[in-house]
């Protein structure tokens, strides 16, 4: 069977290939049909659980999921767990037990330590979908970035990405960045030097610490959120500072492709990285990108929470018949 | 291992059962105000094509509108079957309630597919009536479904495939695959063999 996504998680966006990717966002494109009829649900899923295992306050992720998953006629059980109450690797074990007994399909994990979703992979016989782990990967939120994009400009490749804002801190970027390198896109990134990790022009990103020079000739302007709870105070001078010199208002969106799109993975800080005029402006697909998610976790968890039996057994022949 | 290939339905062939099919539906649908062709994915899509212009020709007027459903989503082993490698949009741009819709389909045999269609067609709406247009019934039900028009009955020994295609440049054609004679000790092929 070729052509198929053999992944039995979606742990990151390193170690997808263009066509694993392309897989997810084609089956996206189907689901993202069934959003928009009147009757928005497939039984595709039906007596399958899915449990959505947030360490980290999300409302907009998780409700994406959920919802994904309902959509898809699945059973979908948050558990959220406050961060004070994790220590470390025993309790995540733990939970992993407790997690098995339970007997998901899916786990839908979100955490504050990179590496949290591998850790529990590899431990359950069920699959995982990382949900944003650290300052690691978030790779739904990559891909549906890049559904979006592909929706928007037709293509994905060749394209000429800037990411502006907190890179350092920022996981949204990173899976951005690798996926987009997939497709031979330049990515530039721009952000103060205090915002920007150590060595990552070693990525194969190119990096800038303006943004006029960063936006010449973009075809797309991925804004980043400041994390203001992530900051804490030492590498910012101040908000209004920043604004001034990376916020995108109209002038500088200027500087990008007349046909340039503007996307953020949100909540925005509107008046500090993102102008609410360019937020609200025709050029914005921040709500495209908030559809798209929810397509594109149908088709991650439908792609994963199959069963896998043998290939080749006779049940799933494409040929006609009825 | 050498498989022969019998012809069922030629071009021409086809042609013909295409326009009687689409008399049928006209005669069928006489007193219906709205009509309306779904494809099931993949081989009833150029199907429900040709059947539309049949139609539109018989009736002298506009084909009735097309649209076509992939019952990825909807099949009763979707939970435990490998996801489909490729799965298009449903697409049906027609209002479907209180319309007769015309689901059509290349080949007809367990009727799980024609199910599944049927409740991928009901998230769209109520239609007032679903009927089924097959070009080949191959018998082998595995749920109660009869087709409504029927072009050919064709017997297909055990083992053996039915595939209809239609090229691009409009040439059709129903040919049966054979497998090889079989051997005295009787092992059947496994290429093929749902029942």
Redesign the interface.
């Known amino acids: 069977?070729?052509?198929?996504?053999h992944h039995r998680h979606l742990l990151g966006v390193e170690g997808l290939t263009a066509t694993d990717v392309l897989?997810l966002l084609?089956?996206a494109?189907?689901f993202?049909?069934?959003s928009r009829?009147?009757?928005r649900?497939?039984?595709?899923?039906?007596?399958?659980t899915v449990i959505n295992l947030f360490y980290e306050a999300s409302t907009r992720t998780r409700t994406s999921f959920e919802l994904a998953g309902k959509r898809?006629s699945a059973d979908v059980v948050n558990m959220s767990v406050a961060a004070s109450s994790v220590k470390k690797g025993e309790t995540l074990y733990d939970t992993c037990k407790t997690l098995e007994a339970m007997q998901p399909d899916v786990v839908v994990m979100r955490h504050g330590a990179s590496g949290a979703p591998h850790f529990i992979a590899s431990r359950l016989r069920c699959a995982v979908i990382n949900a944003g782990d650290g300052m690691h990967e978030h790779p739904t939120q990559a891909l549906l970035d890049a559904f979006t994009i592909r929706r928007a400009k037709g293509r994905l490749d060749g394209l000429t990405v800037a990411i502006c804002g907190d890179v350092a801190h920022s996981r949204v970027a990173r899976s951005d960045a690798l996926l987009l390198r997939l497709f031979g896109c330049t990515v530039r990134v721009v952000a103060p030097r205090t915002l920007l990790p150590d060595g990552i022009e070693s990525t194969g990103v190119e990096v800038y610490d303006r943004l006029e020079p960063a936006l010449d000739g973009a075809d797309v302007v991925m804004v980043l959120r400041i994390q203001r709870e992530r900051l804490e105070g030492a590498l910012l001078p101040s908000l209004r500072e920043y604004a001034r010199t990376f916020g995108l208002g109209p002038r500088q969106l200027a500087w990008a492709k007349p046909d340039a799109i503007v996307m953020h993975p949100g909540p925005m800080n509107r008046g500090v990285e993102i102008d609410t005029t360019v937020a609200d402006g025709p050029k914005s697909v921040v709500l495209d990108q908030v559809e798209a998610g929810v397509a594109v976790r149908m088709a991650a968890l439908?792609?994963l929470?199959?069963?896998?039996?043998g290939?080749g057994d006779?049940?799933?022949?494409?040929?006609?018949?009825? | 291992m050498p498989v022969t290939e019998q012809l069922v339905l030629d071009a021409g062939d086809i042609e013909r059962t295409i326009q009687r099919i689409a008399l049928a539906i006209v005669e069928a649908t006489r007193g219906a105000d709205r009509v309306g062709l779904v494809g099931i994915r993949?081989?009833g899509v150029v199907l429900a094509e040709r059947l539309a212009e049949a139609i539109g020709e018989a009736r002298g007027g506009e084909p009735p509108p097309v649209g076509t459903v992939?019952i990825?989503?909807?099949?009763d082993?979707?939970?435990?079957?490998?996801?489909?490698?490729?799965?298009?949009?449903?697409?049906v741009p027609f209002e479907v309630d209180g319309r007769h819709v015309i689901l059509v389909?290349?080949?007809?045999?367990?009727?799980?597919?024609?199910s599944a269609a049927i409740?991928?067609l009901k998230?769209?709406?109520r239609p007032a009536r679903i009927w089924l247009a097959?070009l080949c019934?191959?018998g082998g039900r595995e749920l109660p479904i009869a087709a409504d028009f029927v072009g050919r009955l064709v017997q297909v020994p055990p083992g053996s495939?039915?595939?209809?295609t239609f090229d691009a440049r409009g040439g059709a054609r129903a040919a049966l695959s054979l497998p090889p004679p079989v051997s005295p000790a009787g092992t059947r092929g496994?290429d093929?063999?749902?029942r």
Not at chain 1, 305 to 309: P, S
Not at chain 2, 77 to 88: H, I, N, Q, R, S
């Open positions: 069977m070729s052509g198929g996504f897989h084609d089956t494109e189907a993202f049909a069934v009829r009147p009757v649900k497939v039984p595709t899923l039906r007596g399958k898809l439908y792609l929470a199959g069963e896998r039996r290939e006779g049940v799933h022949e494409p040929a006609s018949e009825g | 993949r081989g992939d990825a989503f909807y099949r082993d979707a939970a435990t079957a490998l996801p489909d490698p490729k799965v298009g949009p449903s697409d389909d290349d080949v007809l045999q367990t009727g799980r597919t024609v409740e991928c998230d769209f709406g097959v019934d191959r495939r039915l595939d209809v496994e093929g063999a749902r």
